[in-house]
C-alpha cells in the first residue's frame, strides 16, 4: 500500500543517505535545518518503508535578474527577507551580515522554501512517484502562507526531472565538493 504524507527527518534519512550519501558516513545525510522549527518533510511510503523522499527549508533566495525571468510575476521584497530589519532601515541575514535590497545589485532576498535532499529508491524511479510527491509537496506547504517560491540546488542528472516539473535554471553550473555539478532552479505554485 502506498501512502504520501508529512512525515519526520528521521524516517526519510536512511533513504537519503542511500541516494544521495551513499559510500559516506551516514551523518553526512543530515541536512543543516533538518530541525529547524517550518522544515517540512516528505515520504512516499510502500508498506512503511520510504521510496520517495524531499525535505521543505525555509530559506530565502536572493533574486537576481535571471531569478526574475524565471518568475511569472514579481515578488515584492516585503512580502519576506529572511532576516531581519536593522535600525538604520538596511537588512541583516541570519548570521548578522549585511543582505542588499537593491535588485540591481546583487538581487532582493525573498522568503522561498528550499528543496532539499529529494531521493527516489530503485524500485521508484521511473513510476511517476517523485513528480506525485513533489507536487503533493510544493502544494501542502504553499498552503500554510509561508511562501509559494521554491528553489533547489539541483544534480546535473536532475536537471531534466526538475524540468519536466515546471522548475527553471536561475544559475550558471557550479561544483559541490564530493558531490557534483549543480544548477539552482526555482519554481512558483499557484
Known sequence: MMDMRLCTADEIL?????????GKPFE?????????????????????EPM?????L???IEITPSAVAALPFWVPVSEGISGSETPEGGWTDEEGGPVST?????????????LRGMASHFRAQGRG????LMAYALNDASRIGYAS?????????????????GWKIISGAFEVPDIGTHYRMLTVVG
Do not use: M
Open 14 to 22: 536512511p533513504l537519503r543517505h542511500s541516494v544521495l550519501r551513499a
Open 28 to 48: 553526512t545525510a543530515r541536512f543543516t535545518g533538518d530541525h529547524a522549527p517550518g522544515s517540512r518533510h516528505y515520504g512516499l511510503f510502500e508498506n512503511d
Open 52 to 56: 520517495v523522499c524531499l525535505s521543505l
Open 58 to 60: 525555509q530559506n530565502a
Open 102 to 114: 537593491d535588485p540591481d545589485q546583487h538581487g532582493a532576498p525573498i522568503r522561498a522554501w528550499q
Open 129 to 132: 512517484l517523485g513528480s506525485q
Open 149 to 165: 517560491v521554491f528553489w533547489c540546488n539541483a544534480r546535473l542528472r536532475a536537471v531534466p526531472f526538475y524540468e519536466r516539473n
